[in-house]
């Protein structure tokens, strides 16, 4: 397994959108291994391939407090949304250190291959559900800071570019 780098928002291939999976083969199973790892690596609780730059529709997660019960969803497509909306604050391993809330629904019903290439179908609320539409979200080249005023986003996009010239610095 090797640790991949995540895309720092804001870097335009975060906005690239995925492609299908072709075949859960062994490629697609090493890059989930290699996603979890880097994921539970970075302490985050969910990451889509697009934040690794690779643009296939692949995305884990782990909202567990353990840590001991990984997720991975190929090719997933939401199948049912409540009608009722939730609020919640999301960060975002894109944007390390910046959290704001988002609304999203409160539940979704998700359709999706596991890593075994078998068929599933996930009933999410809570966590799960803003960690799902969050990372499917990425799939389509959507960061999370889009949903927020355009002065906040503006001064995310300025904190992060400063950032990064200070990391490039040292």
């Given amino acids: 397994m090797a640790k991949l780098n995540i895309l720092r928002y804001p870097d335009p291939r975060l906005h690239t959108v995925a492609k299908p999976v072709a075949a859960v083969d062994e490629r697609i199973r090493r890059l989930v291994d290699d996603m979890l790892e880097t994921m539970y ?16 529709r692949v995305i884990v997660m782990d909202t567990s407090g353990e840590r001991h019960s990984p ?11 409540s009608t009722e909306l939730a609020v919640a604050e999301e960060g975002c391993l894109s944007v390390p250190q910046i959290y704001d809330k988002v ?19 996930l009933e999410a609320e809570g966590l799960v559900a803003v960690c799902v539409q969050h990372e499917m ?34």
């Fill in 103 to 121: 609304e999203r629904h409160a539940r979704v019903t998700v359709r999706a291959l596991g890593r075994d290439g078998a068929p599933f179908d």
């Fill in 41 to 56: 690596a970075a302490e985050g609780v969910g990451l889509a391939a697009t934040q690794v730059d690779v643009h296939e």
């Fill in 137 to 170: 979200d990425h799939l389509v080249g959507k960061v999370f800071v889009e949903y927020l005023s355009t002065l906040k986003r503006e001064r995310i996009r300025t904190k992060m570019l400063k950032k990064t010239r200070e990391e490039l610095r040292r």
């Fill in 71 to 81: 997720l991975v969803l190929i090719n997933p497509e939401i199948i049912a949304r």
